[in-house]
């Protein structure tokens, strides 16, 4: 769903909003196909040694408009400790964070990539950045929804 609403964040009268709804499949410790469609990664079958304390699992959106070549935008985010359980299967969620074009890029883009990715973040050293190896694109509509759907 897209709306055009009021932004009084900047000095533009109106701005895409954009609300989408996602399933998330995914096996982090065992590295197997899975995320929104084929999320994984081969160096995961050792995501959780001795020294990986927590994972901090994001959903990204890129899209590119006329105005900027590359937008990204995290939409949703999830903290897995160490004993949690490695397989996600979350169904029907909703966006945890507002999904604001800085303008109307997201009328008609039929382009906006959705990645999953995760930070290992370790007891001690470097913060190493981990992306799934799949993607989805999905196409934003050419309406603007006008009813409170959301």
């Known amino acids: 769903i897209r709306k055009n609403v009021e932004d009084f964040t900047g000095p533009r009268e ?5 609300f989408i709804t996602f399933d998330i499949t995914a096996d982090i410790l065992n590295g197997k196909k899975c995320g ?20 901090f699992l994001y959903l ?13 935008v995290v939409l949703w985010d999830k903290i897995m400790l160490r004993g949690d359980n490695p397989r996600l ?6 966006s945890k964070y ?10 008609g883009n039929r382009n906006i990539t959705l990645t999953l990715s995760w930070n290992v973040v370790p007891n001690a ?11 989805v694109s999905v196409p934003f509509p050419d309406t603007y929804e006008t009813t409170k759907s959301y």
């Open 14 to 18: 109106r701005s895409d909003l954009g």
């Open 36 to 55: 929104l469609q084929t999320f994984w990664n081969k160096n995961t079958l050792i995501i959780f040694d001795w020294n990986v304390k927590q994972l």
């Open 60 to 72: 990204s959106a890129e899209y590119s408009t006329k105005n900027n070549a590359l937008n990204q």
């Open 89 to 94: 299967s979350l169904k029907d969620m909703k």
């Open 98 to 107: 507002f999904f604001f074009d800085d303008g109307n890029g997201l009328k």
């Open 125 to 135: 050293g470097i913060l190493p950045l981990v992306t799934g190896s799949g993607h």
